[in-house]
């Protein structure tokens, strides 16, 4: 943050995260420590790269003011990711009461015997934040693009991992998270639907088991009777005899 008398800047470098074809913007904070009105300009050696909002304008007492710089949708990344524009911001106290259609040129012209402060601003290029692995790493490469179910009902790591890297090598950029995501989605719900079928098979299996013991049981029972009813019909006959 700068600590000039009159406004105060954050930050001093602009950061921008490069994604091709794309317009990218960073923001600056004026800060007015003073008890006066100041007056700013913002200038830039490469002003067809670059929208500044607002260039000019007027802080007042003891107040802040947010600039917006975007920079145009570049077709091409350096390589060394390095950047020579640079950026001026100059402030100047005025009249209490003047507006940003009251600023000219003239006052920022020190030949003239304004005051006028300057700060330089430099330009930074970052790569844009990748996002987050949705597997552990470490899982083997080549497996089914489908996770496969276990005995426990649970989809195999291996599996999964291998459709997130795969996804994630075709898919670069943070422009297909959503892919991504969607793709997380659809194997958390089949690894789900999984569980709840292989949940059911396991209930079935019980109630089977249940069923059978019960039969046997009953046959059983059925054999006891049979037998007491013969013997009871060969003591009959016996007595007969």
Not at 7 to 22: G, M, N, T
Request: proline share 5%; hydrophobic share 35%.
């Amino acid at each position: 943050m700068s600590t000039d008398e009159l406004l105060s800047i954050d930050p001093l470098e602009l950061k921008f995260y490069l994604e091709l074809k794309r317009q990218i913007s960073c923001s600056l904070q004026l800060s007015n420590k003073t008890d006066s009105y100041v007056a700013f300009k913002v200038k830039t050696t490469n002003p067809k790269k670059y929208c500044v909002r607002p260039n000019t304008g007027v802080v007042l007492p003891r107040s802040t003011c947010d600039v917006i710089v975007t920079m145009q949708a570049q077709k091409e990344i350096p390589s060394d990711m390095q950047c020579k524009d640079k950026f001026l911001l100059q402030s100047v106290r005025v009249d209490d009461g003047i507006t940003a259609r009251d600023i000219t040129a003239e006052m920022f012209n020190k030949e003239a015997g304004h005051v006028v402060e300057e700060c330089k601003l430099r330009v930074v290029y970052l790569s844009p934040p990748q996002p987050p692995s949705p597997v552990p790493e470490g899982s083997e490469e080549g497996s089914s693009p489908r996770g496969s179910v276990s005995d426990n009902g649970n989809v195999n790591g291996a599996d999964s991992a291998a459709v997130a890297r795969a996804f994630a090598e075709r898919h670069d950029g943070p422009e297909k998270s959503a892919e991504a995501k969607a793709l997380i989605s659809r194997l958390t719900e089949e690894k789900n639907n999984a569980i709840q079928q292989n949940n059911r098979l396991r209930q079935e299996l019980d109630l089977l088991r249940r069923e059978s013991n019960k039969s046997r049981g009953g046959v059983s029972m059925v054999l006891v009777i049979l037998v007491g009813l013969l013997g009871i019909i060969m003591g009959y006959l016996m007595k007969k005899t």
